[in-house]
Structures are given as C-alpha cells and as structure tokens.
C-alpha cells in the first residue's frame, strides 16, 4: 500500500509536466476539465433552484406515517415532528410503556403501537392495525464498527433496489442518512462493559486470540473518532426525514451533513482505498493520546 502511494506521489510532477509540454494532452485536459466544471456547476445549480422554487410538499391531511423505534431518538422525534405537521402517526415502539411512548400517546393524533420489528407477531399484529385504522386511505466504513457500517451499506442497497423495483406502482422509496450524532444508541460505544460483554460472546478460541492491550487501543480510537465526528442536535436529522416524507417528488437520498461533513464525504469518494487506509491508521495512532 506505501508502495504504491509513494510511487504515486513521485510522478504526481512528471505527468504534470508532461501533460503541459505536449499539446494534444493539454487540450484532452482541458476539455475534459470544462466539462467536468459545467456538469458539476449545473447539477448544484439544478439542486439549488430546485430546493428554492420547484419543491413542492405533501398535504398531511388524510395521510399517514408509520415511524418505527419511537422510544427515544430520531425515531421519537420524527413522531412529534410528523404529528405537529398534520399527520396520523403510528408510532412502533420497542416498549409500549415506556416513557417515549406514553410522552407521544398525549397527541391526539399519535397512535402507539407495541412493535419489534424483529418479531413476526407483533410486526403482523401492527398491520392489522394500521389497516384497520386506515381503511381505505391507505452509504464509509469506520474501522471497530464493522459489523454496523455493513448493515448501513446493505440497507442502502436495499434502498435502491426497492426504489427503482417500486417506481412503476407509484411508490416512493428514500434513504436518510444521519451521519453521527449522540443519542441513546452511541452511548455504549467502547464502553468496557459492553465490549467485554461482546467479547464474551466469542468462542473461547477467537477470545484468546485477541491481546487486551489490542482492545484498549481500539476503544480509544472509537472515543476518538466518535468524539469528533458526533453532532448533538438530532433535529437535523428530523428535518431530512420530514423532508423526504413530505416532498411531492422525493429524492433518493437525504442527508444531514454540515459543511465539514460534505468535504470528508468528498474526500472518502475522490481518494483510493490506500489513502483512506492510511488516513484512518494515523487517525488511530493519534487516538492513543487522547483521553
């Protein structure tokens, strides 16, 4: 992988120089490179004119939405949000109890459900009631978290999929993508506890093959990353999700990113695989002098 960077990065300057001495190759360049400018410059344009003039909403009335994990969360917040705006509100939660739950059941429009999606009968019994109410109205992959960052790269592809399988019946399918913020869900990242109670669940074999020293330095660099990177203000997240769900003509994709998260996104697409590689192994070296 070194290899190849410093290969890269010693003809950086010769090609350069190459591409400025001989003519044709300048001319390929900067054909190219204007027309590269003029399809960037006019989607963005596109986009912005699209968002300020064109963009029409959904009207709520009559319309409802399913929002699953309403215990807390971007969840949560997206119930209040979708009821505030007009709509009925099924709200599956993972405890139809709990304090999120009984906190959305005041809205008179808000409907709670006791929903697991991870057990048949309940998701069943939630369409049983969602019908029976509605009648007939009705993308980078961080080192340690692994295992989270593939579901997220399946669960986009199943986006697609469903989206352009969908398109013909007239149904609209949008992926949110949050990016990182605290909530309930990161407070457990690297915590001891929980990553000795993970480690656990390995066979005794793998457990011994991991040195703890190796454990400690991934948790510091998962603090550190995710110290970082994490936002605090799920709304942000809640307004992409409104905005996808409300939209007359939704996009397939919505994301909550500031401007720094729009560079180091530009920057996981321009660059190769070895760069990132390196990008994240000098990241998790610097980690180990955090606290």
Not at 88 to 101: E, I
Not at 184 to 189: A, G, K, P, R, T
Request: a neutral charge; aromatic letters at 8%; charged letters at 25%.
């Amino acid at each position: 992988m070194q290899s190849v960077l410093l290969v890269t990065a010693t003809l950086i300057l010769p090609v350069h120089l190459l591409c400025l001495r001989v003519p044709l190759l300048k001319e390929v360049a900067g054909f190219l490179g204007s027309w590269i400018l003029t399809l960037v410059a006019s989607y963005w344009l596109a986009c912005f004119l699209w968002n300020r003039t064109l963009k029409r909403s959904v009207e709520p009335k009559g319309k409802a939405v399913l929002v699953t994990g309403c215990d807390t969360g971007f969840g949560h917040h997206a119930a209040k949000r979708f009821a505030d705006d007009g709509f009925t509100v099924f709200a599956g939660c993972l405890n139809a109890t709990c304090d999120g739950a009984k906190d959305l059941a005041k809205r008179s429009n808000v409907r709670v459900l006791q929903l697991d999606i991870t057990k048949e009968e309940q998701v069943e019994k939630a369409l049983e009631t969602v019908t029976a109410n509605l009648g007939s109205n009705g993308r980078v992959t961080i080192p340690g978290v692994t295992v989270y960052c593939m579901s997220k790269h399946a669960m986009l592809s199943l986006v697609d999929g469903l989206r352009r399988e969908c398109e013909e019946e007239g149904v609209d399918v949008a992926a949110v993508e949050p990016t990182a913020y605290r909530t309930n869900m990161l407070e457990n990242i690297a915590c001891p506890k929980f990553v000795e109670a993970d480690l656990k669940l390995l066979p005794d074999e793998a457990r011994k093959l991991i040195p703890e020293d190796s454990v400690d330095r991934w948790a510091k660099f998962l603090r550190g990353m995710f110290d970082l990177l994490t936002r605090e203000n799920p709304m942000e997240v809640v307004d992409q999700m409104s905005f996808a769900v409300k939209d007359v003509r939704p996009r397939p994709c919505y994301r909550a990113m500031t401007l720094p998260d729009k560079f180091y996104l530009l920057f996981v697409k321009l660059f190769p695989d070895e760069v990132l590689d390196v990008f994240f192994t000098v990241f998790r070296a610097v980690a180990q002098f955090v606290k």
